[in-house]
């Protein structure tokens, strides 16, 4: 068989072939013929990572852990801001890059191991500037990065194309979406991507709705043949079957637990953007007892919350993590002195004498009160979900892993995998605010 020298034959000749002669002939391939075939996404891809058919605005990439949603929406961008050479004009020019953090946007979506830059040529390759938040293809195409914390960013700049990358995970999803959406008016046609594990929020489901969206859906085990042995055999063992398991392997979008205190619709009417001014702050720890990101156990669940002018609870951050005891101690002290809070507390009967020792070897200062559990956890959390369906509390954007614990507790108990603990301490943060002395009490007589 003699191999076609352009890519798109070459690749199209070679899919076409049985397994046996396809073997035999990529084992002749010259060294040229190779490197086409390497950088040649629709030969590698499956069907359902290449973009829709039709006039769409928006392809959506519903899909579990390890599908490989970044290596898709990459390749797109490489798609549509590449043309034939180097210096050639591609469809789009005005590409913006949106992540849940500037971290996500720079580590993920650009020099991640399937980001923007590993999947150019060399010759294709864009310039990156960190500093500039920047990308600058040698045709002129250029990609601004933004995050989702800030969704600001995106009032004013205007863009023909965008990649966003977990949308289901971003703290201020509708707003960074409807801002991203007034600047997409560029060119005759513009068009955007969005790769992300689901959840069930609103600006997902308004995605799915509109007639304009395309949405492509796959799981973990499509990719299997690209995933480390020990993550089938650990990870997808655990959970498959599990309802996060569901969420995040199968790319499931699930109902709300029947029963649950919590419910999405409960916590959707209660989200606001900015919290009034506070007139006490705490930030709460779950201690987990377990050893941090060096073991499988659960996270350290740290909550701040405040008590507004207005009488009503304010979440403010979900800043839960696994780090070993010095790394939880830091980021506890820090979401401390970045909301100016007036008092950390901890749950001693899970290690709450060991979380004092640990705040006090860092920051000495800090006002703590340990906190001594009663009764079970859902005995603690009903009276919180009470004020919650009292209009009582709202959370100052999205906490997506922390909602996802709060909507699994039911009265019977807890149906989530592992503990509740960035839900656990919530409940203590709130609890200490609204179900304590009065804070307007606490803030005269302090």
């Keep these: 068989m003699t191999v076609p020298q352009s890519t798109f034959s070459l690749a199209a000749s070679i899919a076409s072939l049985p397994v046996a002669e396809r073997a035999r002939v990529l084992a002749g391939l010259t060294k040229k013929q190779a490197e086409q075939l390497l950088w040649d996404w629709k030969f590698w891809?499956?069907?359902?990572?290449?973009?829709?058919?039709?006039?769409?605005?928006?392809?959506?990439?519903?899909?579990?852990?390890?599908?490989?949603?970044?290596?898709?929406?990459?390749?797109?961008?490489?798609?549509?801001?590449?043309?034939?050479?180097?210096?050639?004009?591609?469809?789009?020019?005005?590409?913006?890059?949106?992540?849940?953090?500037?971290?996500?946007?720079?580590?993920?979506?650009?020099?991640?191991?399937?980001?923007?830059?590993?999947?150019?040529?060399?010759?294709?390759?864009?310039?990156?500037?960190?500093?500039?938040?920047?990308?600058?293809?040698?045709?002129?195409?250029?990609?601004?990065?933004?995050?989702?914390?800030?969704?600001?960013?995106?009032?004013?700049?205007?863009?023909?194309?965008?990649?966003?990358?977990?949308?289901?995970?971003w703290r201020y999803a509708g707003e960074t979406w409807d801002q991203l959406q007034f600047g997409l008016r560029l060119g005759d046609k513009p068009r955007q991507v969005v790769t992300t594990t689901p959840r069930p929020i609103p600006v997902l489901k308004q995605i799915i709705a509109a007639g304009t969206s395309r949405v492509t859906r796959g799981s973990t085990h499509e990719n299997r043949a690209n995933l480390a042995s020990t993550f089938l055999a650990e990870v997808v063992k655990k959970y498959e079957g599990t309802r996060l398991g569901r969420q995040e392997l199968n790319a499931e979008i699930l109902d709300d637990v029947p029963g649950a205190l919590w419910?999405?619709?409960?916590?959707?009417?209660?989200?606001?953007?900015?919290?009034?001014?506070?007139?006490?702050?705490?930030?709460?720890?779950?201690?987990?007892?377990?050893?941090?990101?060096?073991?499988?156990?659960?996270?350290?669940?740290?909550?701040?919350?405040?008590?507004?002018?207005?009488?009503?609870?304010?979440?403010?951050?979900?800043?839960?993590?696994?780090?070993?005891?010095?790394?939880?101690?830091?980021?506890?002290?820090?979401?401390?002195?970045?909301?100016?809070?007036d008092r950390l507390i901890a749950e001693r009967n899970f290690g709450g004498a060991m979380v004092e020792h640990v705040i006090r070897s860092i920051d000495p200062d800090v006002s703590f009160r340990e906190v001594t559990a009663s009764r079970g956890k859902v005995a603690r959390a009903e009276p919180i979900a009470a004020l919650y369906e009292q209009?009582?509390?709202?959370?100052?954007?999205?906490?997506?892993?922390?909602?996802?614990?709060?909507?699994?507790?039911?009265?019977?108990?807890?149906?989530?995998?592992?503990?509740?603990?960035?839900?656990?301490?919530?409940?203590?943060?709130?609890?200490?605010?609204?179900l304590g002395p009065s804070p307007f009490t606490w803030f005269v007589g302090n």
């Design 263 to 341: 419910t999405r619709d409960m916590l959707d009417m209660s989200r606001v953007g900015f919290p009034p001014d506070l007139v006490r702050v705490v930030v709460a720890v779950d201690p987990s007892g377990t050893k941090g990101a060096e073991d499988d156990g659960d996270a350290i669940g740290i909550v701040a919350a405040g008590c507004g002018v207005d009488g009503r609870a304010y979440l403010l951050e979900d800043a839960s993590c696994k780090l070993p005891p010095a790394g939880w101690g830091r980021r506890a002290i820090e979401v401390f002195k970045r909301w100016d809070a």
């Design 45 to 169: 891809a499956r069907p359902n990572q290449l973009p829709p058919p039709g006039d769409w605005l928006t392809w959506l990439i519903l899909a579990g852990r390890g599908y490989g949603k970044t290596r898709t929406g990459a390749e797109w961008v490489r798609s549509v801001v590449c043309g034939a050479t180097p210096l050639s004009r591609g469809i789009l020019g005005r590409i913006a890059l949106v992540a849940e953090t500037a971290a996500d946007a720079r580590d993920v979506m650009v020099e991640g191991e399937s980001g923007i830059l590993s999947v150019h040529p060399k010759a294709f390759r864009p310039l990156y500037e960190p500093s500039k938040r920047r990308l600058t293809w040698p045709n002129g195409a250029v990609a601004t990065l933004y995050n989702a914390v800030e969704p600001d960013q995106l009032r004013g700049p205007q863009h023909d194309g965008a990649w966003c990358d977990e949308l289901a995970k």
């Design 391 to 434: 209009k009582k509390v709202s959370h100052v954007g999205s906490f997506p892993d922390l909602e996802d614990q709060m909507c699994s507790f039911t009265p019977s108990g807890y149906i989530g995998a592992g503990s509740p603990d960035r839900a656990d301490a919530a409940v203590w943060a709130l609890t200490e605010l609204m």
